[in-house]
Nanobody, 123 residues
């Protein structure tokens, strides 16, 4: 069973930057999409950014409105790794960040999730 492992979280001051990384523990022949989600304390897990349509169109990026222009998602095709570069961080970006891959499954697709990495934005 392939597992996803995130790294790169930590404490950063407002206006600072962090880069999160996500690596798959094994090989994945087909990936439909690669995504980042986040969950703030007491809130639901929300989509942050993704590379979607990897098989159909080579992959296009999507971002949640509040992070557009500040966050950038990227991937290394050969290594099946995913990154999220976060600039101009704000206190409201504080959350546990999870990477998510959608891969072929019995009923169309299945989802792989990492264990999460905590990002705290505070002075």
């Amino acid at each position: 069973q392939v597992q996803l492992v995130e790294s790169g979280g930590g404490l950063v001051q407002p206006g600072g930057s962090l880069t999160l990384s996500c690596a798959a523990s094994g090989s994945l022949d087909t990936i439909y999409s690669m995504n980042w989600y986040r969950q703030a304390p007491g809130k639901q897990r929300d989509f942050v950014a993704g590379i979607v349509g990897i098989v159909t169109n080579g992959g296009s990026t999507e971002y949640e409105d509040s992070v557009k222009g500040r966050f950038a998602i990227s991937r290394d095709n050969a290594k099946n790794t995913l990154s999220l570069t976060m600039n101009n961080l704000k206190p409201e970006d504080t959350a546990v960040y999870y990477c998510n891959f959608q891969v072929p499954g019995s009923y169309g697709y299945r989802e792989l999730w990492g264990q999460g990495t905590l990002v705290t934005v505070s002075a």
